[in-house]
């Protein structure tokens, strides 16, 4: 077995329970004898977001919508985890496209950029930095 395989099937297996916390009450995702935080599984999808493929394999898997229903549902901590796994995946072209045309993606940020919890606001604020850079640029070049 590759270690692409395994990966991708890590990375499925934690979006799997990352939408399977969400459903929850309690916000834990539950397989078999396991039990996970939305936390916990937001704090290892971030870390593999870092590498490239990872990434991919995430924005291919609707990871988006996932990480901004954390951020409505979420406690602080959960918040400001997918807050700064959205600021790593804006940092990519693809990335910003698909933030911006996620469902409340926009509205979510916004909101959160403007809680009482500072780094809850500073994580929302970097996310809406990245992708209005974004347009910007954007328009610069629609007029060259």
Known sequence: MSSHFVVFQVISYLIDMLRNALSQSDLRGRSEDTSWSCHEIAYG???????????????????????????????????????????????????????IETSNAMEELTRLSKSGNQAIQEAAKRVLLELKETRITQGIELFY
């Open 45 to 99: 999808l971030s870390n593999l977001v870092l590498n490239k493929n990872n990434m991919k394999v995430m924005l291919d898997s609707d990871v988006l919508p996932l990480l901004i229903s954390l951020i409505d549902k979420g406690d602080a901590t959960e918040k400001e985890c997918a807050a700064n796994t959205l600021w790593i995946i804006a940092k990519t072209s693809k990335g910003k496209a698909k933030i």
